[in-house]
């Protein structure tokens, strides 16, 4: 598993049904896209959540930031490169790129992610697992390209006077494999309250999100926001039963360009 | 682009993120899969979107039917089979055959398609499309295996005294690239009417969908339903402004079975 590259390479079609009405893929698929290269690099590396599960552990993804320089377009290929930045003994953070298949750059990403024990839900040491194995990847001062990414990191959220947007009920679809809200959905959400009117016009440049705890699923989603230009802020809350304040899920922010002579 | 073969074959990764909370492919995501194959497979042998757009004409699914017998899981690559069963001027009828990696047969699809006027909205003769080159791909006798489906037509839905069961909004997240309710969406909207616990005990079996017009967005969906032992029956309507009387989106049909020592 360590002769396995640093720098995994997957490659994807952008399936017509993943993309929205302007033909262009969805930003919560892109960002599933690149989840699913993560999957893949930790799996074949020999510390993906599958053998992890097996040993009562699991990732969960604590912060992402994702920026593209272009949104790719349905049925183009596109390739994500994903590799191991950090490691610290309670967190790793992971990068990505997104090319073309002429080798253009789409965009970034960069992302910390935490190792939890799945029954008391606290951090587990990293090092545990098979030795440090996942540090033998870390990428060095030779693999120059991917040494420094061009954007910056996953921003602090704060949100001052936020309102309440929507309450939206979440069901089986919003239900990820791990039994909680998926991390995408939130996105969806949040993006539905964007009228298409408003879809057709701009488009999405960069996302982040910090993730507080994990969404319980058949509970309604609170949606708070407000705009600090040019930025969208929202918080995601939930009413649990056992708890008499709200309870935190999530924070996004969505930063977002005029579409300029784009083919409506 | 007639020399190619007349059954196409497309593989494809069940994403992490395709699962549902049972680990394994969600029922829209693989019929979003075979849809994603047909559209290929019509692309690469000149009659595809793509192609038909410029020309304003487009494809239209008029009716589906999926049968499973193994839902593949998290991780495993299947092939999608599809090919043209018959062509009427105007209307044709494309089959699908769902395999492992190791060639086990996991499901069929029937579907019915018509060709229409992006304008006028009516249907549009399928020979006009260089010169009926779409008859060359029909399956022929010496296509043995291809010749015969062992599942049934796509069923005609009756519904008998159907009770409102729920009205959703619909949003950017449920529109398609052509601006339309993703037909896929009302899979979910629909699946979304039984719990998580429901869920976590009975597989889906087989789908059938008929499509009546096509969803606005923005509008909501009202799903009305009924259950027919072993079927569950719905039809989606929406209330459009320039009608006085609900105006039919489409009808779907569920049968399923419960489910024998899963992994819950």
Chains 1, 2 share one sequence.
Not at 128 to 148: C, M, N, Q, R, S
Not at 179 to 195: A, E, T
């Amino acid at each position: 598993m360590n002769q396995l590259p640093k720098i995994g390479r997957y490659s994807f079609r952008v399936e017509q049904y993943q993309c929205n009405v302007r033909k262009m893929l969805r930003f919560s698929s892109l960002v599933n896209i690149m989840l699913s290269a993560a999957d893949y690099h930790s799996t074949e590396r020999g510390f993906g959540t599958i053998y992890l599960n097996e040993m009562g552990k699991t990732w969960v993804l604590s912060r992402l930031a994702v920026e593209m320089e272009r949104i790719p377009s349905r049925h183009q290929e596109i390739t994500i490169e994903t590799w191991i930045d950090k490691v610290h003994p309670l967190f790793t953070s992971r990068n990505f790129r997104a090319l073309s298949k002429e080798g253009e750059v789409l965009g970034w990403g960069r992302s910390v992610w935490a190792m939890i024990d799945t029954t008391t839900r606290h951090p587990v040491d990293l090092m545990e697992i098979h030795d440090g194995l996942i540090t033998t990847f870390i990428v060095k001062p030779e693999d120059k390209e991917y040494l420094e990414v061009p954007i910056d990191r996953p921003a602090k959220i704060q949100l001052d006077e936020p309102s309440l947007f929507r309450i939206d009920n979440t069901y089986f679809s919003d239900v990820d494999f791990n039994g909680h809200i998926n991390s995408m959905r939130y996105v969806d959400h949040v993006l539905d309250i964007f009228p298409l009117s408003w879809h057709k016009k701009n488009n999405i440049k960069r996302l982040d999100i910090a993730f507080i705890a994990e969404g319980r699923p058949e509970i309604p989603i609170k949606i708070y926001g407000t705009f600090n230009h040019p930025d969208y802020l929202f918080k995601i809350m939930q009413d649990l039963p056992e708890n008499s304040e709200e309870s935190e899920a999530c924070r996004l922010r969505l930063r977002t360009i005029p579409l300029v002579g784009a083919d409506l």
